[in-house]
Protein backbone atom coordinates (compact mmCIF):
# COMPACT_ATOMS: atom_id res chain seq x y z
CA UNK A 1 0.00 0.00 0.00
CA UNK A 2 2.55 2.61 0.56
CA UNK A 3 4.42 1.79 -2.97
CA UNK A 4 0.84 2.61 -4.14
CA UNK A 5 0.71 6.18 -2.18
CA UNK A 6 4.26 6.97 -3.22
CA UNK A 7 3.59 6.56 -6.73
CA UNK A 8 0.04 6.71 -7.81
CA UNK A 9 0.79 4.62 -11.06
CA UNK A 10 0.98 1.76 -9.61
CA UNK A 11 -1.72 -0.59 -9.68
CA UNK A 12 -3.44 -1.30 -6.92
CA UNK A 13 -4.60 -4.63 -7.83
CA UNK A 14 -2.56 -8.03 -8.98
CA UNK A 15 -5.11 -8.95 -11.69
CA UNK A 16 -2.39 -9.12 -14.21
CA UNK A 17 -0.02 -11.26 -12.53
CA UNK A 18 -3.11 -13.91 -11.52
CA UNK A 19 -3.92 -13.27 -15.32
CA UNK A 20 -0.82 -14.45 -16.62
CA UNK A 21 -0.31 -17.55 -14.30
CA UNK A 22 -3.93 -18.94 -15.84
CA UNK A 23 -2.41 -21.79 -17.34
CA UNK A 24 -0.56 -22.82 -13.92
CA UNK A 25 -3.77 -23.56 -12.41
CA UNK A 26 -4.84 -25.84 -15.04
CA UNK A 27 -1.63 -28.84 -14.27
CA UNK A 28 -1.81 -28.12 -10.49
CA UNK A 29 -2.21 -31.99 -10.01
CA UNK A 30 0.71 -32.04 -12.56
CA UNK A 31 2.47 -29.40 -10.58
CA UNK A 32 1.53 -30.95 -7.18
CA UNK A 33 4.63 -33.30 -7.55
CA UNK A 34 7.38 -32.00 -9.10
CA UNK A 35 9.64 -34.42 -6.95
CA UNK A 36 11.52 -31.96 -4.65
CA UNK A 37 11.97 -28.64 -3.63
CA UNK A 38 14.73 -27.85 -6.15
CA UNK A 39 12.23 -29.43 -9.04
CA UNK A 40 9.76 -26.65 -7.51
CA UNK A 41 12.10 -23.87 -7.51
CA UNK A 42 13.41 -25.44 -11.62
CA UNK A 43 9.56 -24.98 -12.48
CA UNK A 44 9.19 -21.86 -10.98
CA UNK A 45 12.44 -20.41 -13.11
CA UNK A 46 10.89 -22.18 -16.09
CA UNK A 47 7.16 -20.20 -15.82
CA UNK A 48 9.33 -16.66 -15.20
CA UNK A 49 11.26 -17.27 -18.76
CA UNK A 50 8.13 -18.54 -20.79
CA UNK A 51 6.40 -15.40 -19.20
CA UNK A 52 9.12 -12.95 -19.62
CA UNK A 53 8.90 -14.24 -23.31
CA UNK A 54 5.07 -13.74 -23.60
CA UNK A 55 5.56 -9.98 -22.28
CA UNK A 56 8.08 -9.34 -24.57
CA UNK A 57 6.05 -10.86 -27.74
CA UNK A 58 8.31 -13.72 -28.01
CA UNK A 59 7.71 -17.08 -29.42
CA UNK A 60 8.53 -18.85 -25.83
CA UNK A 61 9.32 -22.44 -27.84
CA UNK A 62 11.55 -20.55 -30.41
CA UNK A 63 13.51 -18.61 -28.02
CA UNK A 64 14.33 -21.98 -25.97
CA UNK A 65 15.29 -23.77 -28.60
CA UNK A 66 17.59 -20.78 -30.20
CA UNK A 67 18.83 -20.59 -26.57
CA UNK A 68 19.43 -24.50 -26.04
CA UNK A 69 21.41 -24.89 -29.34
CA UNK A 70 23.70 -21.56 -28.73
CA UNK A 71 24.36 -21.49 -24.36
CA UNK A 72 26.98 -23.97 -24.05
CA UNK A 73 29.13 -22.30 -26.76
CA UNK A 74 28.23 -19.20 -26.24
CA UNK A 75 30.44 -17.17 -23.66
CA UNK A 76 29.74 -16.08 -20.04
CA UNK A 77 30.29 -12.50 -20.16
CA UNK A 78 27.50 -11.73 -23.45
CA UNK A 79 24.29 -14.08 -21.53
CA UNK A 80 22.28 -10.84 -21.43
CA UNK A 81 22.69 -11.59 -25.58
CA UNK A 82 20.30 -14.16 -24.90
CA UNK A 83 17.44 -12.84 -23.06
CA UNK A 84 14.03 -12.41 -24.51
CA UNK A 85 14.27 -8.70 -25.64
CA UNK A 86 17.79 -8.36 -26.68
CA UNK A 87 16.84 -11.55 -28.45
CA UNK A 88 14.30 -10.23 -30.30
CA UNK A 89 15.82 -6.90 -31.13
CA UNK A 90 18.63 -9.20 -32.74
CA UNK A 91 15.85 -11.30 -34.96
CA UNK A 92 14.35 -8.23 -36.10
CA UNK A 93 18.35 -6.84 -37.34
CA UNK A 94 19.02 -10.34 -39.00
CA UNK A 95 15.32 -9.90 -40.70
CA UNK A 96 16.15 -6.25 -41.82
Not at 43 to 72: E, F, G, H, K, M
Amino acid sequence: MTRFLSDGKVCLSNNAAERSLRCVPLGRKSWLFCGSDRGGQRAAVAYSLILTCRLNNVDPQAWLAYVLARIADHPVSRLDELLPWNWKAAQVALAA
